[in-house]
């Protein structure tokens, strides 16, 4: 077994395949088996009759939590591929904050927490960016534009607003009102899906801009 | 769809680990649970077995053939390692030589594979038969084997492989391989 990388394979490749052989051993075969193709048919010969060997052991069924061991880390593995994942997860958990405020001051509960839901989901299934929102002097407020890069969704966001504000998009084909920000904690917020993308953005008090956004793509 | 997933796992394809163990995970945590005992000590060394096969650059390869043999023998070379290890540590007894009592009411991995190999089983020489039996089922290490029937090590050894290729002639002239 010392010289494998010159001497093919003699009992070793049955004892390999029963287990016979300690670690550095095994290892001499593998490294053997990884270059030579008539000694790695010899070692499939014999792990074939060792598979069947174990038709007849008694079977046992595998505990579920195994299975969610190599889930997990296919997971972990996506993760550490797109990073997209983590900014989606913290913009839910911003909309599941969101929900619970909603839960306690809004009287209109399922609706808002369907929109939410919507919401969520939107986000979750596409990549999103985000731009702050220029100011007029004394908006009394802070707000963003969350949307979707493919322009199917916009979702606005304003702190604290000290008035009702409308949103008002800007796109090819005109000017819409989209309507007006609902108000959910410490925040106001508007989920608008839509057919084309939004070039721009802005919250209107009465017929007064407050607050514009200019998306980019 | 075995050739997609094979094709998959060569390739490391993140989602091919996951894929493979579904596939097989009976039979791995089986042959696992037989050699150990305990089911979360199996379940580590399932797990273990079959990331060390992942990232291994001598892993499996096409030309040695099965994908689910090649495992199955991992998995189980890992659980052996690991019986042995705790044995050298004193946290497992000595194995005596035992045949487990597989009754009507057992639920076996692959009835249809058992009874060919019961079959192949009885027909090879007896010299050849209970050495091997005592190494696979009886998990015993060939020295083991070769103090408890009294035999040179080096014969042992020989008979084993024998038998082992003589079973391999058997299987596959019974039209299928195994």
């Known amino acids: 077994v010392t010289h494998l990388s010159v001497t093919h394979l003699g009992d070793e490749a049955e004892l390999y395949a029963l287990g016979l052989l300690d670690d550095a051993e095994r290892e001499a075969v593998d490294a053997h088996v990884a270059t030579c193709e008539g000694c790695a048919r010899r070692v499939g010969d014999a792990e074939d009759v060792a598979a069947t060997l174990a038709a007849s052991i ?7 939590r195994l299975g969610r061991r190599f889930s997990a880390r296919a997971q972990s593995r996506t993760q550490t591929f797109d990073w997209r994942i983590a900014a989606l997860s913290a913009a839910a958990a911003i909309l599941l904050a969101f929900s619970a405020l909603s ?3 809004t009287t209109s509960v399922q609706g808002r927490l369907a929109t939410m839901q919507i919401a969520t989901q939107a986000m979750l299934r596409s990549h999103f960016t985000h731009v702050p929102m220029t100011l007029e002097p004394g908006a009394a407020t802070s707000a963003k534009v969350i949307y979707d890069p493919k322009g199917t969704w916009i979702y606005v966001v304003a702190l604290d607003p000290a008035d009702r504000f409308d949103v008002v998009a800007r796109s090819a084909s005109g000017e819409r009102d989209l309507g007006a920000l609902s108000p959910s904690g410490e ?3 508007l989920f608008a899906p839509q057919t084309e993308r939004v070039e721009s953005v802005e919250l209107r ?5 407050v607050a514009r956004g200019n998306l980019r793509y | 769809v075995e050739d997609d997933l094979v094709a998959a796992f060569i390739a490391r394809r993140p989602e091919a680990l996951e894929a493979v163990y579904r596939r097989f995970a009976r039979d791995l945590f089986s042959v696992a649970r037989y050699v150990l005992g305990g089911s979360e000590t199996a379940e580590d060394c399932v797990h273990d077995a079959l990331l060390r096969v992942w ?6 390869t096409p030309a040695r053939g099965s994908l689910r043999a090649y495992l199955i023998v991992c998995v189980r070379n890992e659980a052996v390692s690991r019986a042995r290890s705790e044995a050298r540590r004193g946290a497992r007894e000595a194995r005596a030589f035992r045949l487990q009592v597989v009754t009507e009411d057992t639920e076996i991995v692959d009835p249809y594979d058992a009874a060919r190999v019961r079959d192949a089983l009885a027909r090879l020489p007896a010299e050849q038969r209970l050495p091997l039996e005592r190494a696979y089922y009886g998990n015993q290490t060939h020295v083991e084997v070769a103090r408890e029937l009294g035999l040179p ?4 050894k020989s008979r084993i492989a024998a038998a082992m290729r003589k079973l391999h002639e058997d299987l596959v ?3 299928r391989p195994a």
């Open chain 1, 58 to 64: 008694p079977a046992s069924e595998p505990p579920a």
């Open chain 1, 103 to 105: 839960w306690q001051r």
């Open chain 1, 187 to 189: 925040t106001s917020v």
């Open chain 1, 205 to 209: 008090r009465g017929a007064s801009t």
């Open chain 2, 55 to 60: 990232h291994s650059r001598n892993g499996y």
């Open chain 2, 153 to 156: 090590l080096g014969t042992v």
């Open chain 2, 173 to 175: 002239a019974q039209g």
